[in-house]
T-cell receptor, first 111, second 116 residues
């Protein structure tokens, strides 16, 4: 069974600084990895995914994520955070007809 | 081009009543998933359905919960005799194909169920 760990509860970052949200995964077979973002009282929005190919995946709103097989990680990154990036971020692993969600990281971008 | 629609957005039920949550997937999507999100927690998979079939209900509580996705109309998540512990946000998602692993899911805005 697949599982996802997001070790930090909250990530605080100053506006304009780089943003990193950490994620490690455990899956059998080839990993299918996703990042979703959830704004207050809204559903989840897809940001990006890794299926195969380049380890660096670029997604929506300037986000990117780096797949690292040896470290079983899929950290989300943004070079320069915006206040509007403040939200809840979920790392997700796909397999066996279902998705396994991490518990989520609250990102707070401080003006 | 409507996305996933869920209604109602907010639902208040007294203990013992029934709750019916509806989900209309993205047009053309025949695979629907239901998730529950408890406060301060991530999403927990409940059930995966295709038209007229339940594919995987391993995340559904054994009692009081049921789901369907009829040939016509929305998918329905039904909770009978609700208890306070059922209070949560329930999200529906859809995808264009099954064997989902490599396909992103499209999420609805959720239904927030409050049991009083």
């Amino acid at each position: 069974a697949q599982s996802v760990a997001q070790p930090e509860d909250q990530v605080n970052v100053a506006e304009g600084n780089p943003l990193t949200v950490k994620c490690t995964y455990s899956v059998s077979g080839n990993p299918y990895l996703f990042w979703y973002v959830q704004y207050p009282n809204r559903g989840l929005q897809f940001l990006l995914k890794y299926i195969t190919g380049d380890n660096l995946v670029k997604g929506s709103y300037g986000f990117e994520a780096e797949f690292n097989k040896s470290q079983t990680s899929f950290h989300l990154k943004k070079p320069s955070a915006l206040v509007s990036d403040s939200a809840l971020y979920f790392c997700v692993a796909g397999g066996n007809n279902r998705l396994a969600f991490g518990k989520g990281n609250q990102v707070v971008v401080i003006p | 081009n409507a996305g996933v629609m869920q209604n109602p957005r907010h639902l208040v039920r007294r203990r013992g009543q029934e709750a019916r949550l509806r989900c209309s997937p993205v047009k053309g999507h025949s695979h629907v998933y239901w998730y529950r999100q408890l406060p301060e927690e991530g999403l927990k998979f409940m059930v995966y359905l295709q038209k007229e079939n339940i594919i995987d209900e391993s995340g559904m509580p054994k009692e009081r919960f049921s789901a369907e996705f009829p040939k016509e109309g929305p998918s329905i998540l039904r909770i009978q005799q609700v208890v306070r512990g059922d209070s949560a946000a329930y999200f529906c998602a859809s995808s264009p194909v099954g064997q989902l692993s490599s396909y992103e899911q499209y999420f609805g805005p959720g239904t927030r169920l409050t049991v009083t």
